[in-house]
T-cell receptor
């Protein structure tokens, strides 16, 4: 049962433009959401997170938006750079009682020069 | 570099065999998590240890077991291996039972 879904397996964007990655979840107990970035042959690297008490969190070029009523979150990368080409995973946890992360299947981002 | 180390990097073995994967968490982290990533899939949570004790369990097969030692390193034991166990196995650590987990580079297991 996939509780975190990333419905777009891939995204191609031109350098300098905005990348928007989407993620949906089904478990209403999730209250903490994270994005990880993964390069080939490496482990996932933590990118940015958001708690369910917020609807937006920003860190440099990366902004995560959370819409709790729609059970949807998105990651915006502005501007996109060639080094952003990687697989991006959305993850969620149920917080204080359950810290295990449930991951989406990932979206492969390719930034074109 | 996340500070989490995993050995070995690659492991090739035959069906029916048993292997042990090792993980050293970041300095100061008490929690260790194990995840499995099969081909073209997201990471699936297997098990969590906190300061030597099992804290949470996911869809971990009975043929798999893990432990966390007093020095906080962890081992994942996989036995009676099947072809379908071929996957990337990641270890992650966090300070407490915290939300931000830091991942190691993974062990790629190939069962022939």
């Amino acid at each position: 049962d996939q509780q975190v879904k990333q419905n777009s397996p891939s995204l191609s964007v031109q350098e300098g433009r905005i990348s928007i990655l989407n993620c949906d979840y089904t478990n209403s107990m999730f209250d903490y959401f994270l994005w990880y970035k993964k390069y080939p042959a490496e482990g996932p690297t933590f990118l940015i997170s958001i708690s369910s008490i917020k609807d937006k969190n920003e860190d440099g070029r990366f902004t995560v938006f959370l819409n709790k009523s729609a059970k949807h979150l998105s990651l915006h990368i502005v501007p996109s750079q060639p080094g952003d080409s990687a697989v991006y995973f959305c993850a969620a946890s149920a917080g204080s009682n359950d810290y295990k992360l449930s991951f989406g299947a990932g979206t492969t981002v390719t930034v074109r020069a | 570099d996340s500070g989490v180390t995993q050995t070995p990097k690659h492991l090739i073995t035959a069906t029916g065999q048993r292997v042990t994967l090792r993980c050293s968490p970041r300095s100061g982290d008490l929690s260790v998590y194990w995840y499995q990533q099969s081909l073209d899939q997201g990471l699936q949570f297997l098990i969590q240890y906190y300061n030597g004790e099992e804290r949470a369990k996911g869809n971990i097969l009975e043929r798999f077991s893990a432990q966390q030692f007093p020095d906080l390193h962890s081992e994942l034991n996989l036995s009676s291996l099947e072809l379908g166990d071929s996957a990337l196995y990641f270890c992650a650590s966090s300070v407490g039972s915290g939300n931000e987990q830091f991942f190691g580079p993974g062990t790629r297991l190939t069962v022939l």
